[in-house]
Each structure stands twice: as C-alpha cells, then as structure tokens.
C-alpha cells in the first residue's frame, strides 16, 4: 500500500515560479500526498496563483501566515501535515515526476527513516549544474558533517513518526544555515539510503536568502545553527554509546568558522572581525582546527588570520 505523503512548501514572493513547482508536484507518479503551502506573508501574486492551482485539486491547501521566515513557515507546515512521510519542496524549485516513486520505493525496500536524492542546480539564462558529490549510505551522518555528501532539504523523504519523537524542527529566526542544522540533526538520529538520481531541480534565484548582499550578522546564523546541530548529535550519539565523532565535529565547526572569518577580512569587516577574535567562545572553537588537514592555501589564509593585523588583513582582502 502506497503510504501517504504529505509535502510542505513554504512560499514568499515566489510568483513568477509558485506555479511551476506545483505543477510539478502534480506531475508525479506516486499518487497518495498531499500539498500543504504555507504562504509566508507574501507581497506579490503569490497566494492568488496558489488558489488557482488549488480550486480543481482538493489535495493542494493553502495555508496563510504572517511574514515569520522560511523555518516557521516549514514548521506550520510539520504541525498541519496528515501524512506517514514528509517531503518539504522550496516555491522555487522542482522535482521530477519521478520524485515521490523513487524515494518512496527506496524507503520500503530498505526499511530506514530517511531516503534521499541528488540534485541539479539550475541558474539564470538555464546553464544547469549536476550532483558533485558521493552519496552515501553506511555512514551518512559522517558524510554530512564532514561535507563528502550533500543532502538537499528539497531531495529527502523522511517519517513524521521520527521528527515527532525527537522533536525535530527548523530554527525559528535563523536566517542562514537553518537547512543544513535540521539535515545534521536528522542524519544524527535516522537510518538512512540513498537514490543516486539527482530528481530535484534546485534554483539558484538572485536575491534569494543565500545569494542576496553578504552580511556576517545575517551569515553568523550559519555557525550558530551548525553549533546547535553538533551539540544535538553528540547528545544523541552518546546516548547510543556513539561517540568517536567528536574530532570530527570540533574540526568542521572550526573550519567552517574559519572560512567565516576570512570572509569577513574579504568584505572590510575588520573592526567586528577583530572584536569577535578576542571573545573566548571563538578562541575555543577555532583551537580545535588541524592545520595538517588544511591545504597550503588554507593554512597562509589562517595564518593572516591570526596576525590580527589590519594592514596585512587589507592587502589579504585583494588576494581573494
């Protein structure tokens, strides 16, 4: 028997593609799900076109919220979904017809928590790119955290049974990162495979959250988000008696917080930069990054880094 499925989509000035993403949802095989869009407070056509869609379709319902951003808009979706597995799907972007078959076939065989799915990035003017990394199966927690593999918030199917026991959820107000704290948190707790297909087709829309001006108080979400997520797995691997992925861990927040801050050096954000370097909670997490597992590269960048001298950090920002 087909399990039923429901898909959350939240939605916020996405007009000129709500459609499309719909429809593609509409397209698929699998025929038991059901559409929940949480329409985020949008400004545009949005919830009008949404209602279209819906009036010849009982299984597409609309849901209206005030602006409160894409994590509580997924998490409106979570508390309103009827279905035995869960898939969320950006108003941007699309999934082959394909999509809800494969994964939910792949879920049944194999009897795990999670399946997930490659996917392709589609920018402007149609220049498409494919899935370059390896999909994991045995291990995919660690694939994740130390970024061999990429799991798409777009590209799962997971159980609503497994979200609910561990009371998983996205962040509300985070601004950057919110997907890759929830995916590591599921990685941490779910059995999971994958279908080495790439049955999503992920925009990259100018102006969106992650392509929008760089800003480090909107950008610093990231690290906090992959901090919550990493106390999270430990605690729930050291429940399991799991705990040889610490090292692991410490280094990928330390190398993520590194890149931040090399970032921020690029954009002129030297007087911040500075003041955060000198804050104990960043001298911790940034001890925890191993040099000999960083490219020369790397390590010359981490090393202005720590100069703290503002002069050589101007004449890095033109390095790049």
Request: charged content about 25%; proline content about 2%; aromatic content about 12%.
């Given at each position: 028997?087909?399990?039923?499925?429901?898909?959350?989509?939240?939605?916020?000035?996405?007009?000129?593609?709500?459609?499309?993403?719909?429809?593609?949802?509409?397209?698929?095989?699998?025929?038991?799900?059901?559409?929940?869009?949480?329409?985020?407070g949008s400004t545009d056509d949005t919830a009008a076109k949404v209602?279209?869609?819906?009036?010849?379709?009982?299984?597409?319902?609309?849901?209206?919220?005030?602006?409160?951003?894409?994590?509580?808009?997924?998490?409106?979706?979570?508390?309103?979904?009827?279905?035995?597995?869960?898939?969320?799907?950006?108003?941007?972007?699309?999934?082959?017809?394909?999509?809800?078959?494969?994964?939910?076939?792949?879920?049944?065989?194999?009897?795990?928590?999670?399946?997930?799915?490659?996917?392709?990035?589609?920018?402007?003017?149609?220049?498409?790119?494919?899935?370059?990394?390896?999909?994991?199966?045995?291990?995919?927690?660690?694939?994740?955290?130390?970024?061999?593999?990429?799991?798409?918030?777009?590209?799962?199917?997971?159980?609503?049974?497994?979200?609910?026991?561990?009371?998983?959820?996205?962040?509300?107000?985070?601004?950057?990162?919110?997907?890759?704290?929830?995916?590591?948190?599921?990685?941490?707790?779910?059995?999971?495979?994958?279908?080495?297909?790439?049955?999503?087709?992920?925009?990259?829309?100018?102006?969106?959250?992650?392509h929008s001006s760089w800003n480090w108080q909107k950008h610093i979400?990231?690290?906090?988000?992959?901090?919550?997520?990493?106390?999270?797995?430990?605690?729930?691997?050291?429940?399991?008696?799991?705990?040889?992925?610490?090292?692991?861990?410490?280094?990928?927040?330390?190398?993520?917080?590194?890149?931040?801050?090399?970032?921020?050096?690029?954009?002129?954000?030297?007087?911040?930069?500075?003041?955060?370097?000198?804050?104990?909670?960043?001298?911790?997490?940034?001890?925890?990054?191993?040099?000999?597992?960083?490219?020369?590269?790397?390590?010359?960048?981490?090393?202005?880094?720590?100069?703290?001298?503002?002069?050589?950090?101007?004449?890095?920002?033109?390095?790049?």
């Open positions: 028997m087909d399990h039923f499925v429901s898909i959350v989509v939240p939605a916020y000035n996405v007009a000129n593609e709500i459609e499309d993403c719909i429809q593609s949802v509409q397209a698929q095989t699998y025929p038991n799900w059901e559409l929940l869009v949480v329409n985020d209602e279209k869609l819906s009036a010849g379709d009982a299984r597409v319902r609309l849901i209206n919220q005030v602006n409160r951003g894409v994590s509580t808009a997924r998490n409106t979706g979570i508390k309103e979904a009827r279905g035995d597995y869960i898939a969320f799907l950006d108003g941007d972007d699309l999934w082959d017809p394909r999509f809800l078959a494969e994964l939910a076939a792949a879920k049944q065989r194999y009897g795990v928590d999670l399946v997930y799915c490659g996917y392709s990035r589609l920018y402007h003017k149609n220049v498409k790119l494919g899935y370059n990394y390896a999909y994991a199966d045995n291990d995919v927690f660690l694939a994740a955290i130390t970024g061999k593999t990429q799991i798409h918030v777009g590209a799962i199917l997971v159980d609503k049974k497994l979200l609910t026991t561990f009371d998983l959820a996205f962040t509300d107000g985070c601004l950057v990162g919110q997907d890759q704290e929830f995916i590591i948190k599921l990685a941490a707790v779910a059995t999971a495979r994958s279908v080495p297909k790439e049955l999503l087709i992920y925009r990259k829309r100018a102006g969106s959250a992650i979400h990231a690290l906090y988000g992959l901090q919550r997520a990493i106390v999270f797995a430990a605690a729930e691997l050291k429940k399991r008696q799991i705990e040889n992925y610490h090292q692991e861990m410490n280094f990928r927040l330390a190398y993520k917080s590194y890149k931040f801050f090399w970032r921020m050096i690029r954009h002129g954000y030297h007087d911040d930069a500075l003041r955060l370097l000198t804050e104990e909670k960043w001298k911790t997490i940034l001890s925890h990054l191993e040099l000999n597992r960083l490219s020369i590269s790397d390590r010359l960048k981490y090393s202005l880094l720590g100069s703290r001298n503002p002069w050589l950090w101007k004449l890095a920002a033109k390095i790049g």
